[in-house]
């Protein structure tokens, strides 16, 4: 099963604030706007939480898809994970941990997956799936850093 690991170093203290920029259905929509995602069904707006699901509407590569997902595991504010329900690929995992340490807060992802389509799945993999992938959660992570070491998360998050 193919593996994506990432580290995005933050500049802040509050650990909290970028868990919950993480789960934000908000950031999510301005961090994917190369591929226009939308969320359409399930929670659409706020901070996604244990057991809810968010359908989101894109177009990657080409092509317009659905991709449901679901929120299986949540430690706040140190870990959470979301896994494909319905979707493009045969399976993912997203597993996302958050550490505190020195003035800043340490993201990990891990992303695994499996490609569908059998050997044409393994192909596209090696060809430009992961390079994909990477680069499209490397984005997200840049628009997550951005928001939580400005003011920006205020027009995200309300509460604090």
Same mark, same amino acid.
């Given at each position: !099963?193919? *593996?994506? #690991?990432? *580290?995005?170093?933050?500049?802040?203290?509050?650990?909290?604030?970028?868990?919950?920029?993480?789960?934000?259905?908000?950031? #999510?929509?301005?961090?994917?706007?190369?591929?226009?995602?939308?969320?359409?069904?399930?929670?659409?707006?706020?901070?996604?939480?244990?057991?809810?699901?968010?359908? @989101?509407?894109?177009?990657?590569?080409?092509?317009?898809?659905? &991709?449901?997902?679901?929120? *299986?595991?949540?430690? +706040?504010?140190? +870990?959470?994970?979301?896994? !494909?329900?319905?979707?493009?690929?045969?399976?993912?995992?997203?597993?996302?941990?958050?550490?505190?340490?020195?003035?800043?807060?340490?993201?990990?992802?891990?992303?695994?997956?499996?490609?569908?389509?059998? +050997?044409?799945?393994?192909?596209?993999?090696?060809?430009? &799936?992961?390079?994909? !992938?990477?680069?499209?959660?490397?984005?997200?992570?840049?628009?997550?850093?951005? +928001?939580?070491?400005?003011?920006? @998360?205020?027009?995200?998050?309300?509460?604090?």
């Amino acid at each position: !099963m193919p *593996t994506i #690991h990432l *580290t995005t170093v933050i500049n802040t203290n509050n650990i909290e604030l970028v868990f919950n920029l993480i789960r934000s259905i908000d950031l #999510h929509i301005i961090s994917t706007k190369k591929s226009n995602e939308k969320a359409i069904d399930g929670k659409t707006k706020g901070l996604i939480g244990l057991n809810e699901t968010v359908t @989101w509407q894109a177009k990657h590569l080409g092509v317009t898809q659905k &991709l449901t997902s679901k929120v *299986t595991d949540y430690v +706040f504010p140190t +870990f959470f994970a979301d896994e !494909m329900v319905k979707g493009a690929f045969k399976s993912f995992r997203h597993e996302h941990y958050l550490e505190q340490k020195e003035g800043q807060v340490i993201i990990k992802d891990v992303f695994k997956y499996s490609a569908p389509l059998a +050997f044409l799945g393994k192909v596209a993999d090696f060809l430009f &799936l992961k390079k994909y !992938m990477t680069n499209f959660l490397k984005d997200r992570n840049v628009t997550i850093k951005d +928001f939580a070491e400005t003011e920006k @998360w205020k027009l995200i998050l309300k509460e604090y």
